[in-house]
């Protein structure tokens, strides 16, 4: 990221202010001091290629003064390593073999499973049709040029017609890359470094033209260009959803196969981290 980001902002922003993290006082976003005008992010986004600037959503933890985490400070952009060092497909299979505690990477793997036989039984049915073997990624879809931007943009539309947000601007090639650039930290409680989900998302934009929309402070709202037609279709994908954002399916829908019924023709992608 420049170390001046306000050389780089359209002179025709509304009011806002540039935000730092914990790291220290450089410029990791600007945000909107209101939310964000109509028609704006969709201007911002379109524009974004010739910018450099990715917009986002930005909503607050509670209702707060100090609209967590944007305003709060709690941002970690050295937390983060580089998600281009990353295979997605091993951070995937990794975090789903570490739901059975099977973690085959691990420097010191147990010599069986943590779990006893009811737990293990209780694991297998909530992942069926797969249980606790990796089953692989999705196969990619065929992406139309210029239909992630227009699903984005749509769902900027959507989202900003239920819940007011504030408009973010950060220096990034793309939605993903944004949230590791800014120091976001929401699945902290699943993954510390977020350059690792970051690296998932960009995979995602390629596979199904998948963009970051709206971001809070453990959530996250990704719109879809392509997502699955059939409920076969959907189920590798909500095992790879499983392994990236666990409380989906063991604190939301309770089996995998419920959570990918969702998941057929949705063009919205939602995750939140306990």
Known sequence: MTSDLSRLLPATLPPGRLVGGEDGPEPLLWISDAPAPA???????????QSGLWP??????????????WLSGELFPASASDPTLYDPDALLRRWW????????????????????????????????????????????????????????????????SVRDARLGLVEAGSGAEALAACGWSGPLNHEDDTA????????????????????????????????????????????????????????GTGTLTAYAERLVAAHQWSFWWD
């Open 39 to 49: 028609g704006l992010w969709q201007q911002l986004h379109r524009g974004h290629p």
């Open 56 to 69: 986002l959503l930005l909503v607050p933890l509670g209702d707060g003064a100090d609209y967590r985490p």
């Open 97 to 160: 073999q570490q739901l059975g505690g099977t973690d085959e990477d691990a420097p010191e793997s147990p010599p069986e499973s943590p779990l006893d036989a009811e737990e293990a039984a209780e694991l297998h049915a909530a992942l069926a049709p797969f249980g606790p073997a990796w089953p692989g990624t999705a196969p990619a879809a065929a992406v139309p040029d210029g239909a992630p931007g227009i699903e984005a943009r749509g769902l900027a539309d959507v989202l900003l």
């Open 196 to 251: 690792k989900i970051a690296a998932v998302l960009a995979d995602w934009e390629r596979r199904f033209g998948a963009q970051v929309v709206q971001v809070g402070f453990d959530t996250l709202e990704l719109s879809v260009a392509v997502p699955p037609a059939t409920l076969a279709e959907a189920l590798p994908l909500a095992a790879e959803h499983t392994a990236f954002c666990p409380d989906l399916v063991f604190q």
